[in-house]
Structure formats: C-alpha cells, structure tokens
C-alpha cells in the first residue's frame, strides 16, 4: 500500500507532467514539485515578554516583539508609551525586570551596551554622539582605530571609512571634520559607525527630526540599501507620511503595552492614530472658525545680514499665520529678531498700532510677545530645574512683594496652568528634563500663558512629539487665536501648516518668495514651489 508521501509524488509530478506544455520549462516546474515548501525567514531580533518598571510608573508591561532580516519595523506610540524603555533594554542601556530577547535564534543577555554591540545592536539617538573636532573616518574608528605595532594606521582607517560611504551610496570624504558636515551628514557618519560595528540591527530615533525633506528623501534611500543587504531596522518617528513611506510593518505602544502589529499597507491614517491616542480623533488638525480682526503684529522691513533680507508681513487680531521654508530660508532668524534674541540691522515692529524698541528677550516679554522657542530644551527650559520653576521665571513679578515671591501663589498658579493645558506630571518639583516631549512643550507654552501675551510665536511647536500631544497643542493654538491673539507658527511639516493655519509666508535664502491667501485650495508642491524659490 502506498504511504501519503509516495502518493503526494505521485500526483505531484501528473501535476508537473500536465502543465508541461503550458509552462515552457518543465524542468523548473517538475523540480519545483519536488522541492520542499521555503521555510519562513527566521527573525532576526526576538523580544519576549520584556516588563520594566520604576518606582512611580511602570515603563514596559510585558511587550514583545520580532524583527526580520531586510525589514523596516515603525514602532509608534504617544510620548510615555514605552518606546524609549524598549529600546534602551535592547541597547543595554537599561536591565528589564522580566522578559528574553534573542538575536539570530539564541538568547542574549543585554547587561550592558558592550554586550548589545557585540550581538550586533547599534542604536542611532537624536543627539549624535560624534566629536565635532575629528574628522568623520576618526569617529567612526573611534576607541577601535587600525593600528600596527601600536602606531595608528590612518591610511587603512581613512580607506575603511571611505567603503563604508560608498556601501551607503554617499561621497563624504572621510578627512571632513564632523563640524563642517550638515546634520544629514552627520547622521550617515552615526550609520556608518554602526556598520563598522557589523551592526545586523540597527534602531534609528527620530531620524529625520532636523533634515529637510530632501535630506529625509536621501536618508530614506540610505535605509533601502541598508534593508538590501539584509539590516533589519527599527525606526522610531512621529511623522505619520514617513512612516507610510519607508516602514513594512507598523509596532504601536500604549501606556507601556503592546497594542497591535500589523503590515504597515493593511493600516490607514485613522486606524493608526486611534491605536495609539486610545480614541477616536474626527480630525487629524481640528477645525474652528476665524474671526480675523484688523492688524496686531507689524513688522517692515526686518533685516540681519543674508539670514534675514527686507522681511514685511502683518499678522492679525485672531489670525493663525504660518510661516514656511527650507531649513536655512530664515525662518527662525526672523522670529529672533522680533523676540529680540538677535540684533536687527534694519526694520520696525509694531504691535496694536505702536513701535516698539525690542533691543533684548525682556523688552519683548513686556511688549506682550511670546517665543516658544524651537529647542525647546536647550533654549525653552532649564532640564535640571523642576517643572514649576520653570514654570515660573518669566512671571516671578505676578507673585512678588518686595522681592519676597509669595510660593503659595506661584504654586496656585501652576496648578491652574498645568490643568488648562493638560501638563501629565507627577508632582510640581519633578526636573523638567524627565517629561516626555510634548508635556515639556505644554510647560513652555504655560508659562507665556500665564503672562497673558497679545503674540505667541511657536517655533517648530510639535517637533518630536507624538500625534495625540499634536492634537493637544493644535487645540491650544486654536484658543489662543479664538481669543483674539496674533499667532505665528513656524513649522517645516507641510500637511501641519495647510491644516492649521489660515494664511501662510513661504521663505527662501532670507527673503518672503510667496503668500498663500487661500489655504483650504493649497497643496504641498505649491508650498515646496515657493520654498525652492
């Protein structure tokens, strides 16, 4: 009697047999018939379980995870989600109270980043960890620089470093010092290092948060040929039109849970938002009504050098105004200049009708002017002071008798504040530095709140944070705007602009190249149109 094997031969090659003279390669069809079905891949990086938890919250709540060769994996999620825990347990940075992870098909022990380098993790933050003084091959080698009988070996580390360029497609030349390459640059040095570490996983944290679209275009192109010789690749970002664009599966995170995986084609805009908010957003960029009053804000003829040329726009009683370009166009060079952080060659400002002599930040803070700066961190807070400090610098006079400030006020007021805007703290003395991205924006924006400014200008407002504190700080512009503030948004994401606000300036190399009156009819090309100039 024949067994099921002989029989499925058996009909497997009547089968091949058949089609012989339909398929033009009986030889390929026939073997095919008798090859084996192709095994899954197996993945690459295995995460199971993984829990960490502090003393007021708990981080990671048992998350899992896969990564497979060639393949881009988005994980996404609100700030506080969990995503940065994850990725700090599988770069050794941190020790998980539970939980496995295997790299290749065998378990791992990551106590230590040594340890994770060496399994063929390379991590890629926000912030390089690059020394502007050396030259790119330096940093690449650096601490594993070629050497002979103890003499470094410059030729073969800067023909190393130049085969790591050329894999990546790019031609930097390696002698360059870090300090003299743009930030795209700089980012292809990270990646390049991580290769020189034989990196077969490679995490990349909000790569594009400083390029332009053109340099994020090329990053992307970078990624492609990462994926074809077979890196696998965790991508970390908030922009939802990158995420479409360059990642073949979709993680979410909520609350330090795992909330879904799926292909990233089999998702929608929508889903994705409502799986990591937790709810239902009707509208990517809430909608309201103008009431647009006469002129607020008058600026003619502003001008520093190249930065900033013969600037003139007028900004208006409930009017959102958006102000676009390249990096470079001048953008924040001419918010600056109104805040009085730089000094003006040429050009007036006038706000409700009177000129104003802003020769530093202070006169622009009496003035009524408000700049949420667009590093929030190094310009906006204090990291190691605690929130309501920070909270507090720029209104100490409101609490203040005799240069004693009343602490029972000032903590009134921050408490009011912190509700307004939906600041999610622990306590008022937590360090500033320890919030999430978006809740850090609400503590800028509250303490020009409470000064009650006529003009808030918002420098890259939503930079490196997640959709559901986006819709949070759009929902917060709209007020301001509601109550018959003057708002000037700088912002380098198109779709941002053309859903927010109701009139925008297009810069290019320092100068106004174009306005856009009508916003709802506008697309993204025009607005790239103008920004190229």
Not at 208 to 217: G, H, N, S
Not at 226 to 234: K, P, T
Not at 302 to 331: C, K, M, N, P, Q
Not at 346 to 353: C, K
Request: aromatic share 6%.
């Amino acid at each position: 009697m024949a067994t099921a094997t002989q029989i499925r031969i058996l009909l497997q090659f009547s089968f091949s047999c058949f089609f012989v003279p339909f398929c033009g390669n009986w030889c390929c069809c026939f073997l095919g018939f008798f090859s084996p079905m192709t095994a899954p891949a197996q993945p690459l990086l295995e995460m199971h379980g993984v829990e960490k938890s502090y003393p007021a919250v708990r981080a990671l709540r048992g998350v899992s995870l896969d990564l497979f060769p060639g393949e881009v994996l988005a994980v996404m999620g609100e700030n506080g989600a969990g995503k940065s825990t994850l990725i700090k347990v599988l770069a050794g940075a941190i020790v998980p109270d539970a939980g496995r992870v295997c790299i290749g098909g065998q378990d791992v022990a990551l106590g230590d980043p040594v340890t994770a380098r060496n399994a063929g993790v390379a991590v890629i933050y926000q912030e390089f960890s690059l020394v502007p003084a050396l030259s790119a091959a330096d940093n690449i080698f650096l601490g594993r620089e070629p050497s002979r009988v103890g003499w470094l070996n410059k030729g073969d580390e800067h023909r190393r470093a130049a085969g790591l360029f050329r894999r990546l497609g790019v031609d930097i030349d390696p002698a360059t010092p870090c300090r003299d390459l743009t930030i795209a640059q700089q980012q292809v040095v990270e990646i390049a290092k991580a290769l020189a570490l034989d990196a077969r996983i490679l995490v990349m944290d909000e790569p594009t948060a400083a390029l332009t679209r053109t340099e994020a275009d090329h990053l992307f192109t970078v990624i492609r040929e990462l994926q074809q010789q077979g890196i696998g690749i965790i991508y970390i970002g908030h922009r939802l039109d990158e995420i479409f664009a360059i990642a073949d599966r979709v993680m979410v995170l909520r609350d330090g849970g795992h909330v879904a995986t799926k292909p990233t084609r089999d998702v929608s805009r929508p889903e994705l938002i409502e799986m990591m908010v937790g709810r239902k957003l009707d509208q990517e960029f809430p909608k309201r009504t103008p009431n647009v009053g006469p002129p607020r804000l008058i600026v003619r003829g502003l001008s520093r050098g190249d930065a900033v040329r013969d600037v003139s726009f007028e900004v208006r009683r409930g009017e959102v105004l958006g102000l676009t370009g390249l990096i470079g166009a001048g953008r924040t060079e001419t918010a600056r200049l109104i805040f009085g952080a730089d000094r003006r060659d040429a050009g007036t400002i006038e706000l409700d009708g009177k000129p104003l002599s802003i020769s530093a930040p202070r006169d622009a803070i009496r003035a009524g002017i408000a700049l949420l700066t667009e590093d929030r961190k190094g310009q906006g807070l204090i990291l190691a002071h605690s929130i309501r400090d920070n909270f507090a610098l720029p209104n100490l006079g409101l609490w203040s008798t005799f240069g004693f400030v009343n602490r029972r006020r000032e903590h009134e007021a921050f408490r009011k504040a912190a509700e307004a805007v939906r600041i999610n703290v622990t306590r008022a003395t937590q360090p500033a530095g320890t919030l999430s991205g978006g809740n850090q924006q609400k503590v800028v924006l509250a303490k020009w709140l409470q000064r009650d400014c006529e003009v808030v200008i918002f420098d890259e407002p939503t930079r490196g944070i997640d959709v559901g504190a986006k819709y949070e700080i759009y929902q917060l512009i709209n007020d301001l705007a509601g109550r018959g503030k003057a708002v000037l948004m700088i912002s380098s994401e198109l779709p941002e602009i053309l859903g927010l606000c109701d009139r925008v300036l297009v810069m290019h190399e320092g100068r106004v190249t174009g306005e856009i009156t009508d916003v709802a009819m506008a697309t993204q090309e025009q607005l790239l149109e103008l920004a190229v100039g």
